[in-house]
């Protein structure tokens, strides 16, 4: 049984006085033991964020890291500095850094690898746009992105998380046919297990993303190969994100 993943991702929204409110609701809410939750704060706001989610079972997560060790990388933050901190989870490739940020798929390969030999968990992220998905080739381009991100990447079972959030549903409110996610997820399960085994893949989490909300979190992550949904814009209104951690509409 994989465990289901609820975790929301921030992106560059609120203030240091939000973000402390926000994690106080979440955390003093009742919400289901049987999900992992992982938030995702700004960089400026993870320590404050670790301290906050002391004694909880709440997982911190940061958004970025820089594909370098240390060094002379103005702006850039690196995985260690992330670990030393107490975060757990790094996103990887989302796509709004895909696009806004230009990071091809080289670059995500190497941040990749320093998640993960830093001890951070990766949350790599895959999706294909609109116009690919209308031309019905979204499962070459996620398949491309996946042998490329993770190319001699040897992960263990566990420390990576693959979050399927195709960019025309992202913060649209267009969300994927839970179907269709579905499919996408079996299908980058499959992709999975032809790299590193049935194991891994049948162990490995796999989100759903793209205008997760409180009346659709049920449908997607009911499914069987959806393990769970990286939420954004709901994600920071408490009550919406614990209403997709309980699934309630
Ligand atoms: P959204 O964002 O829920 O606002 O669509 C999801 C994401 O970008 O991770």
């Known amino acids: 049984m ?3 993943i609820i975790a929301g991702n921030w992106k560059m929204n609120l203030d240091i006085n939000e973000s402390k409110q926000l994690i106080e609701n979440i955390k003093n809410s009742e919400f289901d033991k049987d999900k992992e939750v992982i938030i995702f704060p700004p960089y400026v706001f993870l320590q404050l964020a670790e301290e906050e989610l002391k004694d909880t079972d709440i997982r911190l997560g ?6 370098y060790d240390d060094g002379a990388y103005t702006g850039e933050v690196s995985a260690k500095m992330l670990k030393a901190l107490g975060v757990d989870s790094v996103l990887v490739g989302h796509s709004e850094r895909r696009t806004i940020f230009s990071e091809n798929d080289q670059v995500i390969n190497t941040k990749v690898k320093q998640g993960l030999e830093n001890g951070l968990r990766v949350v790599l992220c895959l999706g294909e746009s609109e116009d690919i998905r209308e031309e019905a080739k979204h499962e070459d381009f996620v398949r491309e992105q996946i042998l490329k991100g993770l190319d001699k990447i040897e992960a263990k079972i566990g420390q990576l998380i693959i979050a399927y959030e195709p960019i025309w549903a992202i913060g649209t409110g267009k969300t994927c046919d839970p179907k ?4 996408m997820c079996k299908f980058i399960r499959d992709q999975l297990a032809s790299l590193y085994g049935q194991e891994f893949a049948e162990k490995t ?8 909300k409180p009346e659709n979190a049920k449908e997607l992550l009911e499914k069987e190969n959806i393990d769970g949904a990286l939420v954004g814009g709901a994600s920071l209104d408490s009550k919406k ?4 951690i309980n699934y309630e509409v």
């Open 2 to 4: 994989r465990k289901k």
């Open 62 to 67: 940061a958004q970025n890291l820089c594909q």
């Open 180 to 183: 269709d996610a579905e499919k």
């Open 205 to 212: 989490r796999i989100l759903y993303g793209g205008s997760v």
């Open 241 to 244: 994100f614990l209403d997709i």
